[in-house]
């Protein structure tokens, strides 16, 4: 009897080792990707254009069900304005780019763990200014009376608040995340030429494939 007890009670032993083991999530992953950039603006129309992510991001076990996630992530977002040539007084959609670098920090919930989890939390974003190609400088953006060049200079730090959901296996896992900057991203554009106070919020959505190590 007492070697089916002692036998019972290794077994249960290994058992909640290989559970643990299992619910292990300190990770550390590399992640690739694209995502699709709007600007929420009334001051003119706009339209998401697509770009991409690459970064770093780390996983690990915070409480209960709950991992916390830490990523550096750089990236190059995209939007479009259309706009009318003075030249040949023709439309054209302008591409802007910007380019920069995100931290964020996000508490995940494990769904089933290594699988499937949530995340939520603050993001920020350090950028430049908007790049655009250099012979759209002078188009009028349509239904104002501003430039393209004029919206060169944005902020430079940017607070976004972003939602998203993980699945896949252990070491490769989809991530969908959709971003929402609550600071005036273009609060440092003139009203000159818009002829009314400035405002534009960065709505992001994004996919990223993730490889844990």
């Not at 058992?15 to 292990?24: E, F, K, L, R, V």
């Not at 991203?185 to 709505?203: H, I, M, R, Y």
């Amino acid at each position: 009897m007492k070697k089916y007890i002692l036998g019972a009670l290794m077994l249960a032993s290994a058992a909640g080792s290989a559970q643990m083991n299992y619910q292990d999530s300190n990770m550390i992953g590399i992640f690739g990707g694209i995502n699709q950039t709007d600007l929420s603006t009334n001051n003119f129309e706009t339209k998401a254009e697509t770009g991409w992510n690459v970064g770093l991001s780390v996983r690990g076990n915070f409480y209960n069900n709950f991992d916390m996630v830490y990523a550096i992530q750089f990236s190059e977002n995209k939007f479009s304005v259309p706009t009318a040539n003075p030249l040949t007084l023709q439309n054209e959609d302008v591409d802007y780019k910007i380019q920069g670098v995100k931290i964020s920090l996000m508490p995940s919930y494990n769904i089933i763990y290594n699988h499937l989890s949530i995340e939520a939390g603050p993001v920020l974003q350090v950028n430049g200014k908007l790049k655009y190609k250099e012979e759209s400088a002078d188009n009028a953006i349509m239904e104002t009376l501003a430039t393209v060049k004029d919206l060169e200079d944005v902020s430079t730090f940017n607070i976004l608040g972003a939602v998203g959901i993980t699945a896949g296996v252990r070491n490769v896992r989809l991530n969908v995340q959709y971003q929402y900057g609550f600071n005036n991203f273009l609060s440092q554009v003139e009203e000159e030429g818009f002829g009314k106070k400035v405002k534009g919020n960065l709505g992001i959505l994004s996919g990223n494939l993730i490889i844990y190590f």
